[in-house]
Each structure stands twice: as structure tokens, then as C-alpha cells.
């Protein structure tokens, strides 16, 4: 009775983090049928169309598996740095969108997350112990792994987006910078592979 009360608590005071969520796991769930997996590797053949596509699939955590295999595919039939940067652009697109997205949106929810117990006390163990500088790097070096590897660039442009002493100009030269450098790594690996 108590774990479903707090359930529906969490469900009520976040109920747009919740449904992305569900959207990501709904679309994670779309994305495991064999159809949809081929034409995504039929995407292979569009060269830097595809470096772009796969880019922008690479930011999203739903959509993530599949930029990994469209760039992988893709790796030995373009000049991997060049590639690199056409899907750095389409990640960054997609992590503009979203960070725009969280800015205006989910801006209420970021308040009442900033107001509750669990982020006060995250705040008094950790934060405040912190020099407020290293603590505001620590946070937007945690963002960029984030944004860099294949994990879901959801949590860290929120992170990022929660921060508000970031700029957009800012946030778009590291979205940038971390996705071109995550999307050579892949490109490469589908080299060695």
C-alpha cells in the first residue's frame, strides 16, 4: 500500500519525466522488431546522409543502439572524420531540441526537484562540501561523459538544461565537441570490427 501511494506521488509531482520515460521505453520496445531493425541497416547505404541520421539517433537513448549500427555500418565506406562530424551535427540538433525542450518544459519540475528533501540532502552531503566552482565542473563533467558515450543524452542535457548558468552557445559547443568525438570512437571501432 505504501510503495503504490508513493508511486502515484512520484507519477502526480513528475509527470513529464515520467512520460518521457514511457516514451523512450515504448520506442525501445518499437525498435526490437527485425523490420524495423532492417531498415535502419538499409539506411547504410546513404553515406554521410547516414553519418547524419545516425547522429541524430546517437543522442536519443531510445534510438542510440541503432545510430551505433547505422555508423558502425557505415564506418568503411566514408572518411570516418568527416562522418564524425556530419552525425557530431545530427546529435547536436537532436541534444538542441531537447535541451530547449527541457529549458522551457520541464522548468517547473526542475523547481519543485530543487525544492524537495532528496536534492537538499544531495546538496548538504555533497555539493555544499564543494567549492562552488568545482562543484558546477563536476556536474558539467558528468553531463559531457554522458553526452560523449552512447548512453542516453537525455540525462545529460538535463543535467545541463538544470544547470542555468550554462548558455545555449555553450551548450552547443560541448554538445558538439563530446557527440563528434563519441561518434569517432564508434566509427572507428566499426573499422576494427
Do not use: C
Not at 522548468?107 to 537538499?120: G, H, N, V, W
Not at 540532502?121 to 555533497?126: S, W
Amino acid at each position: 500500500m505504501i510503495d503504490g501511494l508513493w508511486y502515484l506521488f512520484v507519477l502526480v509531482k513528475y509527470p513529464k519525466v515520467i512520460m518521457l520515460a514511457v516514451v523512450a521505453f515504448a520506442a525501445y520496445a518499437l525498435f526490437q522488431d527485425q523490420g524495423v531493425q532492417s531498415y535502419f541497416h538499409g539506411l547504410g547505404d546513404l553515406g554521410y546522409v547516414s553519418a547524419l541520421f545516425g547522429g541524430m539517433m546517437f543522442a536519443f537513448g531510445f534510438g542510440s543502439p541503432f545510430g551505433v549500427a547505422l555508423l558502425a555500418t557505415i564506418a568503411n565506406d566514408v572518411n570516418i572524420f568527416i562522418a564524425a562530424a556530419v552525425g557530431g551535427v545530427g546529435a547536436l540538433l537532436s541534444d538542441y531540441l531537447l535541451f530547449k525542450f527541457i529549458r522551457v518544459t520541464f522548468q517547473d519540475e526542475i523547481d519543485k526537484f530543487r525544492d524537495s528533501k532528496a536534492f537538499a540532502l544531495f546538496n548538504g552531503l555533497v555539493m555544499r562540501r564543494m567549492p562552488p566552482r568545482f562543484a558546477y565542473y563536476l556536474s558539467v563533467g558528468i553531463a559531457g561523459l554522458i553526452i560523449a558515450s552512447p548512453l542516453p543524452d537525455e540525462v545529460g542535457v538535463t543535467l545541463l538544461a538544470s544547470i542555468t548558468a550554462v548558455r545555449e552557445r555553450t551548450f552547443m559547443v560541448v554538445a558538439f565537441a563530446l557527440n563528434t568525438f563519441g561518434i569517432l570512437a564508434v566509427l572507428w571501432a566499426g573499422l576494427i570490427v
